[in-house]
């Protein structure tokens, strides 16, 4: 996992030209107005360019990791008042309208593509400089981590950083945080000073009671991605968001609440008052959640125990089938898993998973198939599409199961008395598969599966000389 550090920042030697030249480019190019320096005119734009006075300030060295003065920079700040941004000229690239600027930035698919596209402006707001930042870690961060720790090294990505952290309080809200949470995902150094600088400023803008709702939310996302559950300042979000008026929250923000609220209840808060009032406005966007945001609620709802909010359930729960062709395997665990605390059992769910099986069971993670096959097991919901789909998945994956999955795959089969199409192949494979791992499976693991093979009628013969040997026996009485 690739950091960078920004305490190892240092003025360099000036002997570099060609380094100053480019730095100076970009310096120039890249410098984005403050959006809190609001001129007179409400129709007016501030932009603040950045004249520099001493070259030698802006040097990089030829070391693996950005270098940079941390001393003031000596700039003459001069602010030059721009008419409405989306009547300004583009012809020469000086401005360019935000929503064009963004419609042009999700269309870029790589970093390198995005670098380019920043060096062409010669200025952009911070709400612009921030929102490329977090298009930057859309591209390059996946679940392994940053996929090219190069890019730190990029002349344009480094002077954006220089200037969110020489310019931390002059930023608006937006682009402050959405400068932060870009920062996380791409795994800048918590303990640098880039990134101390903008949580000291978010920190500040709290206290004194400057942030929106959304802002709150995405601070909370921040801190969460930063610091986890130990983090103190999230009961202080909360208890902002408490005196903000609920009925009006975005879906997004809803969602950013419940996740702060589950951390906070593990910690032995209690929160059940605002737990009713935001249940009860959530019910009333329940339309509106897309699926990512229906999961999480309903994970939520599960974890925080809230048994009482029964129609905001049930909604939710109706509300999911629709969205089933589009959940993540996280997602689909964290619906199925909410199917089961609450005790739901829709129809119509059911047949959207027997459509949604059948043609993605080769892709599914298979804890997520382990899971939809628990729900059928415990609701008793013996679907034929899906077991026959899952019968011909664990044929072409089962090397690739742990013993659990294997378990959880087969159990529900004996189970639910149901012999699929496939048997003959399903049941040789589960054998040899027993051959080579026997030893692997946990004892009363192992117990429940042959056990379903003989509920079916496929008697385990050939293990029987196993399980009832001394040793396995011992096993299974915890000796």
């Known amino acids: 996992m690739a950091l960078i550090s920004r305490r190892s920042f240092q003025l360099c030697s000036s002997s570099t030209p060609?380094?100053?030249?480019?730095?100076?480019?970009?310096s120039k190019r890249l410098s984005f107005i403050s959006?809190?320096?609001?001129?007179?005119?409400?129709?007016?734009?501030?932009?603040?360019?950045?004249?520099?006075?001493?070259?030698?300030?802006?040097?990089?060295?030829?070391?693996?990791?950005?270098?940079?003065?941390?001393?003031?920079?000596?700039?003459?700040?001069?602010?030059?008042?721009?008419?409405?941004?989306?009547?300004?000229?583009?012809?020469?690239?000086?401005?360019?309208?935000?929503?064009?600027?963004?419609?042009?930035?999700?269309?870029?698919?790589t970093s390198e593509e995005i670098f380019c596209f920043l060096s062409s402006l010669e200025v952009m707001s911070d709400t612009m400089a921030s929102g490329a930042l977090q298009r930057i870690s859309e591209v390059e961060v996946d679940d392994n981590g940053l996929k090219n720790p190069g890019l730190l090294e990029n002349e344009v990505f480094r002077a954006l950083c220089f200037q969110f952290e020489f310019e931390s309080s002059k930023l608006s809200n937006t682009g402050l945080l959405n400068a932060l949470?870009?920062?996380?995902?791409?795994?800048i150094?918590?303990?640098?000073?880039?990134?101390a600088n903008l949580l000291s400023e978010s920190a500040e803008r709290l206290g004194r009671g400057q942030l929106t709702a959304e802002n709150l939310c995405a601070?909370?996302?921040?801190?969460?991605?930063?610091?986890?559950?130990?983090?103190?300042t999230l009961e202080e979000i909360v208890n902002h968001m408490q005196e903000r008026d609920i009925e009006r929250w975005s879906p997004r923000e809803i969602v950013m609440v419940y996740k702060i609220l589950q951390v906070i209840v593990r910690e032995g808060k209690q929160c059940q008052n605002l737990l009713n009032r935001l249940n009860s406005a959530t019910l009333r966007t329940v339309?509106?959640?897309?699926?990512?945001?229906?999961?999480?609620?309903?994970?939520?709802?599960?974890?925080?125990?809230?048994?009482?909010?029964?129609?905001?359930?049930?909604?939710?729960?109706?509300?999911?089938?629709?969205?089933?062709?589009?959940?993540?395997?996280?997602?689909?665990?964290?619906?199925?898993?909410?199917?089961?605390?609450?005790?739901?059992?829709?129809?119509?769910?059911?047949?959207?998973?027997?459509?949604?099986?059948?043609?993605?069971?080769?892709?599914?993670h298979p804890q997520t198939v382990s899971?939809?096959?628990?729900?059928?097991?415990?609701?008793?919901?013996?679907?034929?599409?899906?077991?026959?789909?899952?019968?011909?998945?664990?044929?072409?994956?089962?090397?690739?199961?742990?013993?659990?999955?294997?378990?959880?795959?087969?159990?529900?089969?004996?189970?639910?008395?149901?012999v699929p199409p496939s048997?003959?192949?399903?049941?040789?494979?589960?054998?040899?598969?027993?051959?080579?791992?026997?030893?692997?499976?946990?004892?009363?693991?192992?117990?429940?599966?042959?056990?379903?093979?003989?509920?079916?009628?496929?008697?385990?013969?050939?293990f029987l000389p196993k399980i009832f040997s001394p040793y396995f026996l011992q096993k299974l009485q915890g000796k």
């Open 18 to 26: 060609a380094s100053r030249s480019a730095l100076m480019t970009l």
């Open 189 to 195: 150094d918590p303990q640098s000073t880039l990134m």
């Open 35 to 109: 959006g809190q320096r609001k001129p007179q005119n409400s129709s007016s734009v501030a932009m603040r360019m950045l004249c520099v006075k001493d070259k030698s300030h802006y040097v990089f060295c030829r070391k693996k990791h950005v270098q940079l003065q941390m001393q003031p920079l000596s700039v003459n700040e001069a602010v030059h008042l721009c008419g409405d941004t989306r009547n300004c000229t583009k012809s020469n690239n000086v401005w360019m309208d935000e929503q064009l600027f963004f419609k042009r930035l999700n269309n870029l698919c």
């Open 423 to 462: 048997a003959s192949s399903l049941f040789r494979k589960l054998e040899t598969v027993l051959h080579t791992r026997l030893r692997h499976f946990q004892p009363h693991t192992l117990l429940n599966l042959l056990h379903s093979c003989v509920l079916i009628q496929r008697y385990p013969v050939n």
């Open 371 to 418: 899971k939809v096959m628990q729900y059928c097991c415990k609701k008793m919901i013996l679907s034929k599409p899906i077991f026959d789909a899952v019968a011909e998945g664990f044929i072409s994956s089962a090397d690739r199961l742990s013993t659990d999955q294997i378990a959880a795959y087969i159990i529900p089969f004996g189970t639910l008395n149901y």
């Open 287 to 364: 339309s509106q959640l897309n699926p990512n945001f229906a999961s999480v609620i309903l994970n939520s709802l599960v974890v925080l125990r809230q048994t009482q909010a029964v129609p905001l359930v049930t909604a939710l729960c109706k509300h999911s089938v629709r969205h089933v062709p589009s959940f993540t395997d996280h997602d689909l665990v964290n619906v199925l898993e909410a199917f089961l605390y609450f005790g739901q059992k829709v129809q119509i769910f059911t047949e959207a998973l027997e459509r949604h099986i059948p043609k993605s069971i080769h892709t599914m």
């Open 219 to 232: 601070l909370g996302e921040s801190l969460l991605e930063l610091e986890g559950p130990s983090c103190a």
């Open 181 to 187: 949470q870009a920062l996380i995902m791409l795994r």
